[in-house]
Each structure stands twice: as C-alpha cells, then as structure tokens.
T-cell receptor
Framework: GNSVTQMEGPVTLSEEAFLTINCTYTATGYPSLFWYVQYPGEGLQLLLK?????DKGSNKGFEATYRKETTSFHLEKGSVQVSDSAVYFCALSPPGAGSYQLTFGKGTKLSVIP | GAVVSQHPSWVICKSGTSVKIECRSLDFQATTMFWYRQFPKQSLMLMATSNEGSKATYEQGVEKDKFLINHASLTLSTLTVTSAHPEDSSFYICSASVRGATKQYFGPGTRLTVL
C-alpha cells in the first residue's frame, strides 16, 4: 500500500536559517504529492503540491520537487521566519484523485526562534 | 473562504460515556466530509467518508457502531464516540469537500481525552 515517511521532529531553527524537511514515499505509479501546514489552533492548509515527476511546487517561499528516481518530495525554504512555526505534513494521493484518498506522514513540528 | 470549524476544540470525558464532535463548513456547502484520527506522533488516519444524506463509508478496522457519523445537512457532520474508553483518546480532525472538486478543507481538530 501507499505510505509516506517524513523526518521526525521537532525541528528548531533560528530566524533566517535554511530549512529542509525530508519526505519519501512508497506508491505505485505516479501519485500526486502534497505538503500541508498546520498553524497553531488552525486546520491543515495546502502549502504546495506537485502532480508529476520533476514538477516543482512552490508557495510562500517554500519549494519541493517531485523526484521519482528517489521517491522523494523534500520541503525547503531558504530563510525561515518566526511565522513559519507550525506542523508540516507530507502527503500523497493516487493518480487522478486530487487531494482525495490522502495518505499522510506523521508530521514535523517546526519552531523558529528569533 | 472555505472555512471548516470543529466543536469542541477539546473535551475530557469519563470512560463509558459518549462524546459528540461537530464539524461545520462555514461558507460553503460540503457534499462530502471526512473524519481522521491522529494518535501522538502518528499520521492522520482516515476513519470514514460521509456524503450528505447517505451512510458513511468506514475504513477497514474502524468500528462503525463505535464511531457514529451523521451528515444530515450540507454544512454539518457529527462524529459520536460511543462508550468511550481511554484508548479512544486521540486528535480527531474533519475535512470537507464540494461535489466535483478534489480539494479538502480541514478543520482545526478536536482533542479527546478519556479518563
């Protein structure tokens, strides 16, 4: 079956540091890949997505590239801010399912300190 | 737009009692709602999918008689945990979607603690 593995947290960074949160997946075919973010007290929000190999999703300074050869979708940001403190979830869905039938990773809590 | 709320945000109850959690779509009509459960340091696991006016479809291993789901209107779904036990303590998250769309909008979650 499908599965998503993301790095364990929590991750604590200083403001303006470089962020990488690793995510690898197991799935058949070409799933769609997502990063969701959950700010304190709020619901999960779609941060970015990619639907085919070599696609790069980007939003709010965050980027992730769909790497079929390494089955990875690592999240990166060049300079984090305190406001980026949140829990980040990597997820996948089967081809054509959009964001239905989501399989999530365990989430990685990021804390950014001034 | 596309805001989903949950009530309560947290609840503590005694073992053997039942607890109802509400999920509302505030500014759109949700034809489909999903219920997830997340144990500490674990992934969100889909429990069930409900379409307005129909019976919910439960994922394998989820007891439908224990986790009662009602989706009686296009803006409200409820999850009732019946005869709750400490092992039911978890974070319950709902999401909502519109017919024909493949995007889910998530609620903020409800923390259930069963003593």
């Amino acid at each position: 079956g499908n599965s998503v593995t993301q790095m364990e947290g929590p991750v604590t960074l200083s403001e303006e540091a470089f962020l990488t949160i690793n995510c690898t997946y197991t799935a058949t075919g070409y799933p769609s890949l997502f990063w969701y973010v959950q700010y304190p007290g709020e619901g999960l929000q779609l941060l970015l997505k990619a639907t085919k190999a070599d696609d790069k999703g980007s939003n709010k300074g965050f980027e992730a590239t769909y790497r079929k050869e390494t089955t990875s979708f690592h999240l990166e940001k060049g300079s984090v801010q305190v406001s980026d403190s949140a829990v980040y979830f990597c997820a996948l869905s089967p081809p054509g399912a959009g964001s239905y039938q989501l399989t999530f990773g365990k989430g990685t809590k990021l804390s950014v300190i001034p | 737009g596309a805001v989903v709320s949950q009530h309560p945000s947290w609840v503590i109850c005694k073992s053997g009692t039942s607890v109802k959690i509400e999920c509302r779509s505030l500014d759109f009509q949700a034809t489909t709602m999903f219920w997830y459960r997340q144990f500490p340091k674990q992934s969100l696991m889909l429990m069930a999918t409900s379409n307005e006016g129909s019976k919910a479809t439960y994922e394998q291993g989820v007891e439908k008689d224990k986790f009662l789901i009602n989706h009686a209107s296009l803006t409200l779904s409820t999850l009732t945990v019946t005869s709750a036990h400490p092992e039911d303590s978890s974070f319950y998250i709902c999401s909502a979607s519109v017919r024909g769309a493949t995007k889910q909008y998530f609620g903020p979650g409800t923390r259930l603690t069963v003593l």
